[in-house]
């Protein structure tokens, strides 16, 4: 697939990050390169201790904002630079964070920039541990983190590996896509589908015509999968059925692997009795072979003909009339009119309609180019987007009608 440049989950967003004195500090600078590569406004606070593993220019290079590493220098036209950016973050993530900061915070301790700040900001805070395997093990340290967990503070690893000290343990810090993906769930936890629950379907459904041989379609779930981790980023609890074989398994978010129509169908079935938001993303095959044949079938013959039968629409047999479905249309050639055709089978408010022959939309892009066609006839032309994007605005309206 060709590469996304316009991934912007966190567009909008002031994130602070506490860099404290730890062997890992220098993975911070990745995770406000990350932070700051979808999208976010990166300020950085450290401990003392911090610098002497790395530099504040690195930091200030990396986000373009100052760094606070003393509670006494302010760099800001602000009153107090600590204080007044906790006010206006969307989330604050330690990262590194010390045994010895766990332990200040839990018991309020504001003796230097980052516990300050943790202390004095709004926002989610979000703690990723890193210390020796011994130090995280400690009854000390499993208290303080217990203490901050019950007041609502969040936590992301340790993982087990190997550890400066040269033992293997729990104590290396999570990794820097694991901790931006706990930052973004973070940040949805207020957002407008919270306490809605959404399901997703997504990729190519595959019917078997031997154990070896499958008929399936092009389809590479992208769609659908930006749209389980645009719901999950909006606070919706997500269930995402999906089939791609290609993609990994988003955070944050129920996963269930499926291949068939039947498997996809029974699924749907189960979680959308209570759920609020269904989107059929997933590429549906239309036919399955008419029988199905238990071993490879063999290359003797110059011809081979396969017999398919229809798979009707299931749809229907979804018992929750609360339920809102959103459906989509991937077509070739007269992709309104189709659209608007399959639309009037389905129970759904409107369809998202698109042409997968058009350059840069489609299959295997990270962009799409679709059009929503309304039950009323209206219909709204969207500019080629990134997926994601695509997901948000079909979000946009789903929300409106739950």
Same mark, same amino acid.
């Given at each position: 697939?060709?590469?996304n440049t316009?991934?912007l989950? !966190?567009?909008g967003?002031? *994130?602070?990050?506490?860099?404290?004195g730890?062997?890992?500090?220098?993975? =911070?600078?990745?995770?406000?390169s990350a932070?700051?590569k979808?999208?976010?406004e990166?300020?950085?606070?450290?401990?003392?201790?911090?610098?002497?593993?790395?530099?504040?220019?690195?930091f200030?290079?990396?986000?373009?904002? @100052?760094v606070?590493?003393?509670?006494w220098?302010?760099?800001t036209?602000?009153?107090?630079?600590?204080?007044?950016?906790?006010?206006?973050?969307?989330?604050?993530?330690?990262a $590194?964070?010390t045994?010895?900061?766990?332990?200040?915070?839990?018991?309020?301790?504001?003796?230097? @920039?980052v516990?300050?700040t943790?202390? =004095?900001?709004r926002?989610?805070?979000?703690?990723a541990p890193a210390?020796?395997g011994e130090?995280?093990?400690?009854?000390?340290?499993k208290?303080?983190?217990?203490?901050?967990?019950?007041?609502?503070i969040?936590?992301?690893? $340790?993982?087990?590996g190997?550890l400066?000290?040269?033992?293997t343990?729990?104590?290396?810090?999570a990794?820097?896509?694991? &901790?931006?993906?706990?930052v973004r769930?973070?940040?949805?936890?207020?957002g407008?589908?919270?306490?809605?629950?959404?399901?997703?379907?997504?990729?190519?459904?595959?019917e @078997? &015509?031997?154990?070896?041989?499958?008929?399936?379609?092009?389809s590479?779930?992208?769609?659908?999968?930006?749209?389980?981790?645009?719901?999950r980023?909006?606070g919706?609890?997500v269930?995402?059925?999906?089939?791609s074989? *290609?993609l990994?398994?988003?955070?944050g978010?129920?996963?269930?692997?499926?291949?068939?129509?039947?498997?996809?169908?029974l699924?749907?079935?189960?979680?959308?009795?209570?759920?609020d938001?269904?989107?059929?993303?997933?590429?549906?095959?239309d036919?399955?072979p008419?029988?199905? =044949?238990?071993?490879?079938?063999?290359?003797?013959?110059?011809?081979? &003909? #396969?017999? !398919?039968?229809k798979?009707?629409?299931w749809?229907?047999? *979804?018992?929750?009339s609360?339920l809102?479905?959103?459906?989509?249309?991937?077509?070739?050639?007269?992709?309104?009119?189709?659209?608007?055709?399959?639309?009037s089978n389905?129970?759904? $408010?409107?369809?998202?309609?698109n042409?997968v022959l058009?350059?840069?939309s489609?299959f295997?892009?990270?962009?799409?180019?679709?059009?929503?066609?309304w039950?009323?006839?209206?219909?709204?032309?969207?500019?080629?987007? @990134?997926?994601?994007?695509?997901?948000?605005?079909?979000?946009?309206?789903?929300?409106? !009608? #739950?």
């Open positions: 697939m060709k590469h316009t991934f989950p !966190l567009l967003h002031k *994130i602070i990050l506490g860099v404290t730890s062997i890992a500090s220098y993975k =911070s600078a990745y995770l406000a932070l700051s979808i999208g976010a990166v300020f950085v606070v450290m401990t003392p201790s911090a610098t002497k593993f790395i530099g504040l220019e690195t200030e290079g990396l986000t373009h904002n @100052p606070i590493s003393n509670l220098d302010n760099k036209k602000s009153n107090i630079d600590h204080v007044d950016i906790g006010l206006e973050a969307s989330c604050m993530v330690i $590194p964070a045994a010895n900061t766990i332990a200040k915070i839990a018991y309020g301790v504001a003796d230097n @920039p516990t300050a943790a202390l =004095s900001s926002a989610n805070l979000l703690i210390m020796d130090m995280y093990e400690k009854s000390s340290t208290k303080n983190i217990e203490v901050l967990t019950n007041t609502g969040h936590f992301v690893g $340790p993982i087990h190997r400066a000290s040269g033992i343990g729990n104590g290396r810090l990794e820097i896509d694991e &901790i931006v993906d706990n769930k973070i940040i949805g936890l207020s407008d589908f919270k306490g809605k629950k959404v399901v997703v379907t997504a990729g190519g459904t595959r @078997p &015509i031997d154990p070896v041989r499958y008929i399936t379609n092009r590479s779930g992208l769609m659908g999968h930006s749209i389980a981790e645009a719901a980023d909006r919706a609890n269930t995402l059925i999906t089939s074989q *290609i990994n398994v988003p955070f978010m129920e996963v269930i692997k499926t291949s068939t129509v039947e498997s996809v169908r699924n749907v079935l189960k979680n959308c009795a209570n759920a938001l269904l989107v059929m993303a997933a590429a549906i095959s036919y399955r008419t029988v199905i =044949s238990n071993e490879k079938i063999k290359k003797d013959k110059n011809q081979f &003909i #396969l017999e !398919l039968k798979i009707e629409d749809l229907g047999e *979804i018992k929750n609360d809102v479905k959103i459906v989509f249309a991937a077509e070739t050639s007269d992709t309104l009119k189709n659209a608007q055709e399959k639309l389905k129970d759904a $408010p409107f369809i998202v309609a042409n058009e350059k840069d489609g295997e892009n990270y962009t799409n180019h679709v059009s929503f066609v039950k009323d006839g209206k219909v709204e032309d969207l500019p080629t987007l @990134p997926k994601f994007n695509v997901a948000h605005e079909i979000l946009n309206r789903s929300i409106k !009608l #739950l």
